[in-house]
Nanobody, 120 residues
Framework: QVQLQESGPGLVKPSQTLSLTCTVS??????????WSWIRQPPGKGLEWMGCSTYRGATYDSPSLKSRTSISRDTSKNQFTLQLSSVTPEDTAVYYC????????????WGQGTQVTVSS
């Protein structure tokens, strides 16, 4: 059974950098044919795909976030991380990590999500 678990601070101040880690069990983040994504859902809005780390280690970011994101991975810990810089209250959301099969538009395994609030 594949499991993903997000971790990180629940409260971040405006202008700071938000950092979240996704710890994966039951699969390796280097397994051929999958990519590992970050998705968020602001209150009252839909899901927004933010970016991913592929099984080969390449990373892709959503253009809508204007280069504020940085995604990396630690294969020794089977983790991948998200950093979002210069946060504002509009970045308040539930943040999820998920596994996607290449060619799929929706993740097949998701973490439970973690609430992040941006506030001074």
């Amino acid at each position: 059974q594949v499991q993903l678990q997000e971790s990180g601070p629940g409260l971040v101040k405006p202008s700071q950098t938000l950092s979240l880690t996704c710890t994966v069990s039951g699969d390796s983040i280097t397994t051929n044919g999958y990519y590992w994504s970050w998705i968020r859902q602001p209150p009252g809005k839909g899901l927004e795909w933010m970016g991913c780390s592929t099984y080969r280690g390449a990373t892709y970011d959503s253009p809508s976030l204007k280069s504020r994101t940085s995604i990396s991975r630690d294969t020794s810990k089977n983790q991948f991380t998200l950093q979002l810089s210069s946060v504002t209250p509009e970045d308040t959301a539930v943040y999820y990590c998920a596994r996607y099969k290449v060619g799929s538009d929706y993740g097949d395994y998701w973490g439970q999500g973690t609430q992040v609030t941006v506030s001074s």
